[in-house]
């Protein structure tokens, strides 16, 4: 019994021994650490004061705070920054679905400011931006140098006034200079529209309206085709969506899934991470869904159509979307201000993170544009047909319903191809819908 004892007692000081011997050096490497930290937060007020008081010039004690706390989140990743009140007020009610500004949606790459989308019907879409756009000038004044919050504040200005953006576009020699009208942006969240049965629903960003605007659209739609047995298929267009509202994005997936993961998000931590679960019901019915994406296709966008894609719930085409899959939050600062910062990586149901990947398509397609040197229709010879020769039989197997019918297909067709020119994805995505419809016949 004693030799147990014994045993047992030197055991266990043996361990306090060891534990001991462990925990020293990981003490002494915490107060290390925390006095670097200190010696850095030294440094740095050392370097303030020596700016405020010997610089050439007056200074704003508050603006070279404010453009190093900038300079640190900068430094952390494109998206991270600091919201001065102003700017936290700005984004309050651009989220909201209502701002003021030239429609677009930017980030920044290699020092430059490049634009991940413009915003449907806006003064920057109408004045031709594009996505994959770098504004490299404003007003005759280079953004290269300046923070992505500076080149913005520059961006913005009175409603009605006059700005002028250089652009650098790839397959372009020469810088395209713009001059555009600030305006009041009212962005329709939802916008839809039927073609022969197909809904095509427009979204354009993710803002507070979204799942709400997508709800009343496709309830107004399927009431026009005459209820949603009438109903081929859905489109679901996010093309050129820089993103927005997390939640809107699990809406809007969870609107076409009865079930399983929408989402998950994964920070530093393993306590911050979260999952989000669709719930029962599908607003379209279990109806074909194609998902258009392209590489102004950002964020939430991309949630929704790697939720959609992962579930075999949509099929996406177009070609491959931004990559922005990370999550920030916005913590409200004192002074009236905010930061946001990037506090998670986003998953996909089956796991994958697309960040700087991006979402690839199911089928690939490029955008066509109808090339203006192409040969005019005239400038063909006329094809003939059976029809078109004279005394030709005529077809007495067709009942006056049945060629009727023929010739509304025939309409249709020829709809479609005059679609190509304008859309070539969009009509490709109804190509797609029409062929699963007739499968779902046969």
Do not use: C, W
């Amino acid at each position: 019994m004693k030799k147990s004892l014994m045993a047992a007692v030197g055991g266990v000081a043996a361990g306090v021994l060891v534990t001991t011997q462990l925990a020293a050096p990981l003490v002494a490497q915490e107060a290390e650490e925390k006095r670097s930290t200190y010696e850095q937060l030294d440094l740095f007020g050392d370097i303030f004061e020596r700016v405020r008081s010997g610089y050439v010039e007056d200074v704003d004690e508050a603006d070279l705070i404010e453009s190093a706390i900038n300079g640190m989140l900068n430094a952390l990743d494109p998206h991270s920054s600091y919201l001065p009140p102003q700017d936290f007020d700005d984004m309050r009610v651009e989220t909201s679905g209502e701002f003021g500004g030239l429609g677009i949606e930017v980030t920044q790459e290699n020092g430059f400011v490049k634009v991940v989308s413009p915003i449907d019907d806006t003064p920057a879409a109408e004045a031709g931006v594009l996505a994959g756009d770098f504004i490299t000038h404003v007003d005759g004044e280079p953004l290269l140098g300046l923070t992505l919050d500076e080149s913005v504040d520059l961006m913005r200005g009175p409603v009605g006034s006059d700005i002028e953006i250089t652009i650098a576009r790839e397959d372009e020699d020469e810088p395209i200079v713009l001059t555009i009208v600030r305006d009041v942006i009212k962005v329709a969240a939802v916008r839809s529209r039927v073609v022969g049965d197909t809904v095509v629903l427009r979204i354009s960003s993710f803002t507070e309206q979204t799942f709400d605007n997508l709800e009343e659209e496709i309830a107004e739609q399927v009431a026009e085709l005459g209820g949603m047995e009438q109903v081929g298929g859905f489109v679901l267009d996010l093309r050129n969506n820089p993103g927005g509202l997390l939640n809107q994005a699990i809406l809007v997936s969870d609107a076409f899934l009865d079930a399983g993961e929408v989402v998950s998000t994964r920070g530093r931590n393993a306590g911050d991470s979260e999952r989000y679960n669709a719930t029962p019901g599908d607003l379209a019915e279990g109806k074909p869904v194609v998902v258009l994406i392209n590489g102004g296709s950002a964020s939430a966008s991309e949630i929704v159509a790697g939720a959609l894609q992962d579930h075999q719930r949509g099929i996406v085409v177009g070609t491959p979307s931004f990559g922005k899959g990370s999550v920030q939050t916005i913590v409200p600062l004192q002074g009236g201000g905010a930061m946001r910062l990037t506090t998670a990586r986003y998953y996909t149901p089956s796991g994958r993170s697309i960040q700087a990947l991006g979402v690839a398509p199911d089928i690939l397609v490029e955008q066509r544009f109808r090339d203006p040197d192409a040969i005019e229709e005239g400038d063909l010879p006329e094809l003939r047909s059976e029809a078109d020769l004279r005394g030709a039989l005529g077809n007495d197997s067709l009942t006056e319903d049945e060629r009727k019918q023929l010739e509304e297909e025939r309409a249709e067709q020829e709809e479609i191809a005059e679609r190509r020119e304008e859309d070539y994805q969009l009509a490709y995505a109804l190509d797609i819908i029409k062929g699963l419809r007739v499968l779902e016949r046969d």
